[in-house]
DNA sequence: AAGACGAAAGTGGTTGA
DNA sequence: TCAACAACTTTCGTCTT
């Protein structure tokens, strides 16, 4: 019995493609062709028709996008300016037409992780995707297209940053920190920080400046919360020994 | 047994011809 | 546009504590 089932129902479309078209072919319901008049009047309604389809689609869509920033926002416990922020990116993308081709929550994600960023209180790509939809390499991509194309400046990332929130989720205390915070600086005169990911070194000297102040954690630990693997952790770790060698003491 | 180590192969992005 | 390259990841066997 497959009969008059009709098209069928897609989530797809915001109004599940329920609504009746009006058609294009100026006969009746007869077949029969219909006066000019009443031609006129029909490509006026479906020109309206047209609009208003648009027009409901794309505010949902903003909506939408709107509210998964607000979720994503909450769940990572960032502060209000940061959604305003996160919004005004991805309206700036919206009006560029960015969107196409991609989908929404990857462009919310990315215009959310652009916002921290900016702001110098930035998550990871990891932390963003596990709270999105969206894999850590997509939102990545998105993120840095979105940001080319709207000319934001992207200075890249200071391991300085990712420092006080690492510690705090290792319950690590100020004197950790501060050694930690040390060590980057360091590390950051004599220019061994350039093309290194932030995060890497931020783990390591983490890791060093746990062991220095005698309040060690093990690479697992930190690589856990860092999201860097031990063996990133190892190289870099290891590299700032030797480079820095003396230096690393207080 | 857990932690640390490092070799080897794979991934995604950048750069330079 | 393509190949070489550096950084990073994954996986896994070995050494150290």
């Given at each position: 019995?497959?009969?008059?089932?009709?098209?069928?129902?897609?989530?797809?479309?915001?109004?599940?493609?329920?609504?009746?078209i009006i058609s294009s072919k100026d006969?009746?319901?007869?077949?029969?062709?219909?006066?000019?008049?009443?031609?006129?009047w029909f490509f006026r309604l479906r020109?309206?028709?047209?609009?208003?389809?648009?027009?409901?689609?794309?505010?949902?869509?903003?909506?939408?996008?709107?509210?998964?920033?607000?979720?994503?926002?909450?769940?990572?416990?960032?502060?209000?300016?940061?959604?305003?922020?996160?919004?005004?990116?991805?309206?700036?993308?919206?009006?560029?037409?960015?969107?196409?081709?991609?989908?929404?929550?990857?462009?919310?994600?990315?215009?959310?992780?652009?916002?921290?960023?900016?702001?110098?209180?930035?998550?990871?790509?990891?932390?963003?995707?596990?709270?999105?939809?969206?894999?850590?390499?997509?939102?990545?991509?998105?993120?840095?297209?979105?940001a080319k194309k709207i000319g934001l400046?992207?200075?890249?990332?200071?391991?300085?940053?990712?420092?006080?929130?690492?510690?705090?989720?290792?319950?690590?205390?100020?004197?950790?920190?501060?050694?930690?915070?040390?060590?980057?600086?360091?590390?950051?005169?004599?220019?061994?920080?350039?093309?290194?990911?932030?995060?890497?070194?931020?783990?390591?000297?983490?890791?060093?400046?746990?062991?220095?102040?005698?309040?060690?954690?093990?690479?697992?630990?930190?690589?856990?919360?860092?999201?860097?693997?031990?063996?990133?952790?190892?190289?870099?770790?290891?590299?700032?020994?030797?480079?820095?060698?003396?230096?690393?003491?207080?």
């Amino acid at each position: 019995m497959r009969t008059r089932t009709g098209v069928p129902v897609t989530y797809a479309i915001h109004d599940k493609g329920l609504t009746t078209i009006i058609s294009s072919k100026d006969k009746d319901y007869h077949g029969k062709s219909i006066s000019q008049k009443t031609r006129a009047w029909f490509f006026r309604l479906r020109r309206w028709q047209k609009r208003i389809r648009a027009s409901n689609a794309s505010e949902k869509n903003l909506a939408f996008a709107l509210g998964e920033i607000d979720r994503m926002s909450s769940a990572l416990g960032l502060p209000k300016s940061i959604r305003e922020v996160a919004a005004i990116i991805y309206r700036k993308a919206l009006a560029k037409n960015l969107i196409k081709g991609r989908c929404i929550e990857a462009v919310a994600a990315a215009a959310l992780y652009a916002a921290c960023r900016e702001a110098n209180i930035p998550r990871t790509l990891d932390e963003i995707a596990a709270v999105s939809r969206i894999k850590k390499k997509e939102v990545g991509r998105t993120y840095k297209y979105i940001a080319k194309k709207i000319g934001l400046i992207m200075k890249p990332v200071s391991p300085l940053d990712y420092i006080p929130r690492f510690c705090n989720m290792l319950n690590l205390n100020g004197s950790v920190q501060e050694r930690a915070i040390e060590i980057v600086k360091r590390a950051e005169e004599r220019e061994l920080i350039s093309g290194k990911a932030p995060i890497g070194i931020a783990a390591s000297a983490i890791y060093i400046a746990t062991i220095m102040c005698g309040e060690k954690r093990t690479q697992k630990e930190i690589t856990e919360i860092t999201g860097v693997t031990e063996v990133t952790l190892r190289n870099r770790y290891k590299e700032l020994c030797n480079k820095l060698g003396s230096d690393l003491l207080p």
